[in-house]
Each structure stands twice: as structure tokens, then as C-alpha cells.
């Protein structure tokens, strides 16, 4: 009977070594420390981070039915440090959109522009849309029919060919469901130009959905920023600084405003 060498053994157990670090790919890369300076942001309770996506475009976790607005899911929570410098320790390699609770009801959140339709790229959140095709996008939305009886375009990327939106959606009026409650969800939606013309593609992405008191609804700030959107995390430290919104003055971020 033949026994291997001691230099074949060694080549079989780096070639299996190596097999096994492609089929683990991502997984077992070294996770990294994300660092997020939130400055001078006041009654912060919460930074979190949520890997919302897979490689495809699909949602890693189902939209949860029973989700609360003040207690978001996230994949991880970050450990406040010092004054206002928040830290995940060991963040798995991945994108996240980072999500941020303070006090006196705001939720602050980042997100990307999944696809909507089979084999389409990711788009960034800062990607931008021509003037003409905003107006007609926004001007569809506003006179087309909807179970919710607010629908609003929050922000709009895309180019010639492909416009995706993140879209509001709430409906406060009487429904079937607990007297006095009203239903809230965001999604993304998406127009492609098709014969001369934008047309909505059916199919959309259902990014979260929340069943509460209408007046509850009506006191909260839920605000959406490109800045936490798309966090690309690999084996490498990152630091992020970042700025809650003022309560006052202009309202430069798009979402829920209290009313």
C-alpha cells in the first residue's frame, strides 16, 4: 500500500483549504469596525444597521406584519462609546443601510434603489432624475387611483431608460382594521420607458409596513437620507459622520413630518 508524502498530503489540504474559502466566499472574509460620529445630534437611542438586500434584490428578511415604528428590526446595533460616537464592533462584510431613533418620536434611515424587475442593477441613493420625467412621474402618482389615500414620490433615480422611486404610502382614513388605526409602508416602485412614454412597472419593493393609532401616526418624523444609504462594509474599518436633521426650519429630508 502507497503512502502519500508529506508534501502530496500538504498540496490536498490547501487545495481543500482553498475550496473551502470560495464556496464560503463573502462569509468568511474578517468583519470590520464601522464608526458612525453623530456630532452634536441630540437624544439619540439607536444606530442600527440593516443588510435589507441580497445580491439579487430580494429582501434577506420578510417585511414583518407586526413591525412597530419605534422598534425597527435591525441586523445590528451599534454600542454608543463616547458622546455621540457609536460603534459595531465586528459588522459582517455586506451593504447597509444604517437606521437612527432618537427621542421625541424621529426615525432617520438610509435605503438603496433595489430592482424591481429580474436582472436589473442596484441603483445608488444619490442617483438623480431628469426635470421633465420628475414632473411626469410625480403628476402620474398624484392622479392615479390608490388604496392609501396618501401616496407621496419621496425621491426619484434612474436615467433615459429606467426611473425608480421610493414611495410613501399611508392611509389614515376609517378602515376594516381597529377603529382608529391607520397603515403606513414604503415601497419602490419603477417607470421604464417604453413607445415614447414612462409606464409603471406593476411589480414593486415592499420595503417595510406598520399598523398603528392615527394619532400616533400623525406625531412621528420617519425621514429618509441618501447619506445612510448603500453602506459598503468590507475588512477595513469605516467612519461615517453624520448629522441628525433639526426639528426646525427648512425640511431638507423627505418623509413623515408630524400633522
Request: contains cysteine; aromatic residues 10%.
Amino acid at each position: 500500500m502507497l503512502v502519500p508524502s508529506n508534501a502530496v498530503v500538504s498540496m490536498l489540504l490547501v487545495s481543500m483549504l482553498v475550496c473551502l474559502l470560495l464556496l464560503l466566499g463573502p462569509a468568511a472574509a474578517e468583519a470590520a469596525k464601522v464608526t458612525v460620529d453623530l456630532g452634536d445630534s441630540q437624544g439619540v437611542t439607536l444606530v442600527g444597521a440593516l443588510r435589507r438586500w441580497d445580491q439579487d434584490g430580494n429582501l434577506r428578511r420578510p417585511v414583518d406584519p407586526k413591525a412597530q415604528i419605534d422598534a425597527p428590526y435591525v441586523d445590528a446595533k451599534a454600542v454608543k462609546v463616547a458622546r455621540n460616537q457609536w460603534v459595531f464592533e465586528n459588522l459582517p462584510p455586506g451593504k447597509y443601510d444604517l437606521l437612527i431613533m432618537a427621542q421625541d418620536r424621529l426615525r432617520v434611515e438610509g435605503w438603496e434603489y433595489a430592482p424591481v424587475l429580474e436582472f436589473d442593477p442596484f441603483l445608488p441613493p444619490d442617483a438623480t432624475v431628469e426635470d421633465d420625467a420628475r414632473e411626469f412621474i410625480t403628476e402620474d402618482i398624484k392622479g392615479s387611483r390608490h388604496y392609501e389615500n396618501k401616496v407621496v414620490p419621496l425621491y426619484m433615480g434612474g436615467d433615459r431608460k429606467t426611473v425608480r422611486v421610493l414611495v410613501m404610502l399611508i392611509r389614515d382614513k376609517p378602515t376594516s382594521y381597529t377603529p382608529g388605526a391607520g397603515t403606513m409602508r414604503h415601497e419602490i416602485w419603477q417607470y421604464t420607458w417604453n413607445y415614447g412614454g414612462w409606464q409603471k412597472e406593476k411589480r414593486t419593493r415592499v420595503l417595510d409596513r406598520v399598523l398603528l393609532q392615527v394619532s400616533e401616526l400623525r406625531q412621528w418624523t420617519w425621514l429618509w437620507d441618501a447619506k445612510l444609504g448603500g453602506i459598503e462594509v468590507k475588512d477595513s474599518p469605516v467612519s461615517i459622520e453624520y448629522r441628525l436633521p433639526k426639528r426646525s426650519g427648512t425640511r431638507e429630508l423627505k418623509g413623515l413630518y408630524p400633522y
